[in-house]
């Protein structure tokens, strides 16, 4: 288990009032899901991955350690005094039963969660990453 995951959580809620009901377990080795980093400051981060959640983590405290300022979280984490971060999925994407793109289904709940939850408007998630997901 991941110590820098909620696995396995079933419910959350992040600046909107209302409460969201996971639909299927998740630990930090599930792919294809859509997952939220939020910081004690009450910032949060939607992304998706097609890899591990665990892997994904590794990958957002890299860009953390060495600042890297392109990754969003890296740089919240350089001007928040806070720093403290949560990861957690909230959504698994499943293969379609009539098959299908499941890379752009998930980038597109992707893109619903941004929404949804305000990750924008409220969060460290920025405006131009959500016109690719959404066109079609």
């Given amino acids: 288990m991941c110590r820098f ?3 396995g ?7 909107v009032n209302h ?9 930090c080795q599930t792919k294809y899901c859509v997952y939220v980093i939020s ?6 981060y939607v992304g998706s991955t097609i890899r591990s959640i665990h892997e994904r983590v590794l990958e957002h405290w890299r ?5 890297d300022q ?8 350089s001007i928040c005094t806070v720093k403290t971060f949560k990861f957690h999925g909230i959504e698994h994407i499943v293969t ?8 752009l289904l998930l980038r597109r709940r992707e893109a619903v969660w941004i929404m949804r939850l305000k990750a ?17």
């Fill in 96 to 103: 379609p039963r009539r098959g299908g793109d499941k890379e």
């Fill in 120 to 136: 924008v408007q409220n969060g460290m998630n920025v405006d131009n990453e959500l016109h690719y997901f959404l066109g079609d």
């Fill in 70 to 77: 392109k990754y969003p979280v890296a740089f919240h984490a």
């Fill in 9 to 15: 959580i079933t419910t959350f809620s992040y600046n």
């Fill in 39 to 44: 910081c004690l400051c009450g910032k949060i």
């Fill in 19 to 27: 409460c969201y009901k996971i639909a299927t377990y998740m630990n």
């Fill in 5 to 7: 995951t909620l696995d």
């Fill in 63 to 67: 860009a953390i350690r060495t600042n």
